[in-house]
Structure formats: structure tokens, C-alpha cells
């Protein structure tokens, strides 16, 4: 056997979102390779997709020339356990909302025994930019996903906290709105992230448009985005603006509440919303220290994921496998 078969210096980083999963070889210099993305949403159970994300990752694999290469694989996905290896009643994914789905398994198996690590999405995206982006050198951080849903990866001391039963780190599911809050898809009402995911602000701006007349871009579009928002912000839009102001106050809302709770060094969002970074920066950072107790006014930084938006939860998923 040569070398070249035995010497296992790569690994796979595999980000599980709620409409795509992005798919990486990583090797040891933390430098994605090669990459590809898959549709999430395309299964209403497990095992097709598990199938189709098998296909795709050997497919990377052989086009990257990595056969026999592939030391372990990473997955960062919603509601994923950590200490099992298993997706738990993942309400983002269209084939995650029936009970426990034993996914490392399953995907081990399908990749001929490879073995898989399982963490959160939130927290292999901070374990992405711990390693390699904004928050290198930081022990004490909260990490803010920004997508379908809101996410978040607590280090403290420098170490993921995954608390007792391995699902510790659903700041998204925390309470913003206690009276008349939207329904949440965890069957709570009020969560942040019925109000401030890239999904939320979208149903904002949908239920300002039918409340008045105010004339807006985004009254001629049938499915507004948070991009299509953010679109006409730039074009000045009234409304846009006035839709990140809004998103923003509240994110800063329940950022205090965090503070509170592990006095961080810094807040790092990322995520397809984190994007429009110059609409939501003043709001957050506004709405944060006016809210947040005395003690910490001025001194949490708010910043911004510094890797490609594919490569920070595929770093970080990555990190899992070696």
C-alpha cells in the first residue's frame, strides 16, 4: 500500500441548513479544497437525503482525487447532539421534525464507515471562526447565526458549551415577545427568531405592507426575502430601512439579555442576514446598550464573521473530524 492511500490528512465539513447543505474537504491548514451544495429541503424523510448526501460527498471526494484520504467527516446541523450523534425533532428540516434520527449512524454507514461527529450548526460555525476567523484568540464569545432560523454557540473559558444533555446554546428560542408572539415552529410563541431570522423579518415586512398604504419596492413582490429587503434598503426605501431598524432594535434586545448572562468578549454574527451588516449595525449596537445592565455599556464588540459565508460552519463542522 503506498503512502499516498495511508496517509489520512483530510477531512469533510458538512453544514446542514434548512434549505441547502454545503459540503467541504478540508485539509490541515484549515483551506476548503473543494466544495459542493446539496438541497435540503427536497425530502420529507431522512434516509433520501442521508442517500443524497452520501452520493454527493463521494463525488467530491473522487473529483478532489481524495480517495483513502478522508480521515473523518464533520456535520454541523440544527438540534444535532453532540454527545449522540442524533438530530432531535429539527423543526427547520423538512425531514427533521419526527423524533430522534440517528444521523452520524446513518451516515457513516452510507460512507462505507467513515467516521462522523455531530454538533449543533451554531456551534460548528463558532468552532469555525474560534479556529479561524473573527473570534481567534477569544475564550469567552457568543456566536449568532442569522438564517432560516437564529442560532447560537456559547464559549465560555474557551469551550463550546453543550451543557448537560448536549442541546445547550438555543438563545433563538428564548422569549422576546410575551404577549401576542408569533407562534414559533417549536410550538412556543414569542421566540426571537420568529422575529429576527431571515424568515422573520420577511413576515414582518409582509404584515407592515398589509397594515398601511406606504409605498415600498417590496409591494410588487409576491415572496419577499430578507435579500429583497436588503435590496431596497440600499435603494433607500423607507420601509427596508425602517424593517432593519426594527430587526435590529430587537436583536439588540435579547443580545443584552445575554451579556447578562456570560459577559462575553464579543457578540459574531453570521449567516446570510449578518450580510446587511450596514443596516443592522447601528440598531443592534443602539438598542444593546440601552438595555443591557451598566456594567457591561460599551464594552461587548459586535462583529462579523470574517470567512467566505460557505466555509465558517464547514471549518467549523470540519474541526469535529479530526
Avoid at 485539509?27 to 459542493?36: E, K, L, M, S
Avoid at 444521523?103 to 455531530?118: E, Q, S
Avoid at 437564529?150 to 469551550?159: A, F, K, T, Y
Avoid at 448572562?261 to 449578518?274: M, T
Wanted: proline share 2%; aromatic share 6%.
Amino acid at each position: 500500500m503506498s503512502m499516498e492511500n495511508i496517509e489520512q490528512n483530510l477531512v469533510i465539513g458538512v453544514d446542514v441548513g434548512g434549505q441547502t447543505s454545503k459540503c467541504g474537504i478540508v485539509d490541515t491548514r484549515g483551506t476548503v479544497i473543494a466544495q459542493t451544495v446539496i438541497r435540503t429541503d427536497n425530502h420529507d424523510s431522512v434516509e433520501p437525503f442521508i442517500a443524497e448526501l452520501a452520493e454527493a460527498l463521494k463525488k467530491l471526494i473522487n473529483e478532489a482525487g481524495a480517495q483513502g484520504k478522508i480521515r473523518g467527516i464533520g456535520v454541523g446541523a440544527p438540534n444535532a447532539n453532540y454527545y449522540t450523534g442524533d438530530i432531535e425533532n429539527a423543526v427547520n428540516l423538512s425531514w427533521g421534525r419526527s423524533g430522534s434520527l440517528h444521523f452520524a449512524a446513518m451516515l457513516k454507514d452510507a460512507m462505507g464507515g467513515i467516521p462522523v461527529t455531530l454538533t449543533n450548526d451554531a456551534n460548528a460555525a463558532a468552532m469555525g471562526e474560534m479556529t479561524y476567523g473573527a473570534a481567534r484568540g477569544m475564550k469567552n464569545f457568543i456566536m449568532i447565526t442569522l438564517g432560516t432560523g437564529v442560532g447560537s454557540g456559547i464559549v465560555i473559558n474557551g469551550e463550546m458549551v453543550y451543557g448537560h444533555d448536549g442541546f445547550a446554546g438555543e438563545l433563538g428560542h428564548t422569549t422576546l415577545v410575551r404577549k401576542n408572539g408569533r407562534l414559533c415552529n417549536c410550538g412556543k410563541t414569542g421566540c426571537l427568531e420568529t422575529y429576527c431570522s431571515a424568515i422573520g423579518m420577511a413576515r414582518t415586512a409582509r404584515e407592515w405592507l398589509d397594515m398601511s398604504d406606504e409605498p415600498s419596492l417590496l409591494r410588487k413582490l409576491d415572496n419577499i426575502t430578507s435579500k429583497d429587503i436588503y435590496e431596497a434598503a440600499k435603494e433607500g426605501d423607507e420601509l427596508a430601512l425602517k424593517l432593519f431598524d426594527y430587526t435590529g432594535t430587537m436583536l439588540g434586545m435579547a443580545f443584552a439579555d445575554f451579556i447578562e448572562f456570560s459577559a462575553p468578549e464579543a457578540i459574531v454574527l453570521f449567516g446570510g442576514l449578518a450580510r446587511s451588516k450596514e443596516f443592522l449595525t447601528e440598531p443592534i449596537e443602539r438598542s444593546m446598550n440601552a438595555n443591557v445592565l451598566p456594567l457591561w455599556r460599551g464594552k461587548v464588540k459586535l462583529v462579523y464573521s470574517s470567512l467566505k459565508e460557505s466555509d465558517a460552519a464547514i471549518l467549523g463542522a470540519s474541526a469535529l473530524a479530526w
